[in-house]
């Protein structure tokens, strides 16, 4: 069975930083990545990242501040955020596919329960 665990969110101040954890579980997965959705909108990508670890992509919106990186011996993707801004305040869901995917949500086959990340001004 597969599962995607998210851990790590929480409440911070603007300007600082949380690492969000997803360990997924039942198979590995060629891309990983980071989705949020935000109170009363839609759900918009952040970041993935594939099983090679050197093609990352990223939002406009979080370019420069966030950092994904995943430890394939621990089936695990982390997002690095720093610099956080109260427009960072959103629910934060891991998703992974066993294929090479595009930033879309509906290509991604497998999600987790969401983390709330909640950055005070």
């Known amino acids: 069975q597969v599962q995607l665990v998210e851990s790590g969110g929480g409440l911070v101040q603007a300007g600082g930083s949380l690492r969000l954890s997803c360990a997924a579980s039942?198979?590995?997965?060629?891309?990983m990545g980071w989705f949020r959705q935000a109170p009363g909108k839609g759900r918009e990508f952040v970041a993935q990242?594939?099983?090679?670890?050197?093609?990352?992509s990223y939002a406009d919106s979080v370019k420069g501040r966030f950092t994904i990186s995943r430890d394939n011996a621990k089936n695990t993707v982390y997002l690095q955020m720093t610099s956080v801004k109260p427009e960072d305040t959103a629910v934060y869901y891991c998703?992974?596919?066993?294929?090479?995917?595009?930033?879309?949500?509906?290509?991604?086959?497998?999600w987790g329960q969401g983390t709330q990340v909640t950055v005070s001004s």
């Open positions: 990242i594939r099983w090679s670890g050197d093609s990352a």
């Open positions: 039942g198979r590995t997965f060629t891309t």
């Open positions: 998703a992974a596919s066993p294929r090479v995917v595009a930033p879309v949500a509906l290509q991604y086959d497998y």
